[in-house]
Nanobody, 120 residues
Framework: QVHLVESGGGLVQPGGSLRLSCAAS????????MGWYRQAPGKQRESVAT???????NYADSVKGRFTISRDNAKNTVYLQMNSLKPEDTAVYYC??????????????WGQGTQVTVSS
């Protein structure tokens, strides 16, 4: 079984920074795209940032210039550096990965989520 475990969430003041990490473990053949999603109360889960195995990134317009996604393929880990945080960034952040446990077998896996709260 493959597990995704997030860490790094917490409480931060507006303008502050947090760095989220998500490590995949288990029997993994390969990990293709990875990404961060968030869900605020009363809102749908939305894509924040994604990154391909080769390092191509995509960001939501609301976080461009403030957030940076990166990955370490050797460690099966994806990161989200969040700078200049705003109250509207408050949400539960979820890690997602498109995983192959063997060639030709892909599935999407999710972490348990980590709370990010931006408040004075």
């Amino acid at each position: 079984q493959v597990h995704l475990v997030e860490s790094g969430g917490g409480l931060v003041q507006p303008g502050g920074s947090l760095r989220l990490s998500c490590a995949a473990s288990g029997s993994i053949f390969s990990i293709n795209a990875m990404g961060w999603y968030r869900q605020a109360p009363g809102k749908q889960r939305e894509s924040v940032a994604t990154i391909t195995r080769g390092g191509m990134t995509n960001y939501a317009d609301s976080v461009k210039g403030r957030f940076t996604i990166s990955r370490d393929n050797a460690k099966n880990t994806v990161y989200l550096q969040m700078n200049s945080l705003k109250p509207e960034d408050t949400a539960v952040y979820y890690c997602n990965a498109l995983i192959s446990v063997r060639p030709g077998n892909l599935y999407s896996d999710w972490g348990q989520g980590t709370q990010v709260t931006v408040s004075s």
